[in-house]
């Protein structure tokens, strides 16, 4: 286990660790163990990686990646369950939902930066109150 960085959530700090093979398993086996629901993929043989919310840890299995395009996508799935749990978002363990967000975030957040420089060029025009 590697520990490779820490975000800020809604003002809860996660840490975020890159596990090798035997170390996930033997996460997978432990939470098993404590929650049934707990770390089950939601396809056979597709666990990637898992937001444990008591610890504020985001666990990444390291050997599911061949690029870093899908390690980023995994990462950014893993956050969005952390955000909504943060939030008190019923959906935080809704896998469909969860998916579907993660991969909408990267456009909304073009669009918001996209509206940013619209207004900055509004407010330098002076067609907008700073």
Not at 87 to 104: A, P, Q, R, T
Request: aromatic share 14%; hydrophobic share 35%.
């Amino acid at each position: 286990m590697r520990k490779i960085g820490k975000v800020d959530i809604v003002g809860t700090p996660y840490t975020i660790y890159l596990y090798e093979e035997g170390e996930f398993k033997a996460l997978q086996d432990d939470a098993k163990e404590r929650d049934e629901r707990y770390l089950q993929p939601a396809k056979e043989g597709s666990l990637d990686g898992y937001c444990d919310y008591m610890s504020k840890e985001i666990r990444i299995y390291n050997d599911s990646f061949t690029d870093i395009k899908y390690f980023e996508m995994t990462l950014r799935h893993e956050i969005s369950h952390a955000f909504l749990y943060e939030i008190g978002n019923s959906n935080y363990d809704n896998e469909e939902f969860v998916d579907k967000l993660s991969k909408w975030v990267p456009q909304i957040a073009y669009i918001f930066q996209r509206a940013e420089a619209c207004l900055k060029i509004k407010k330098a025009l002076g067609d907008v109150d700073a």
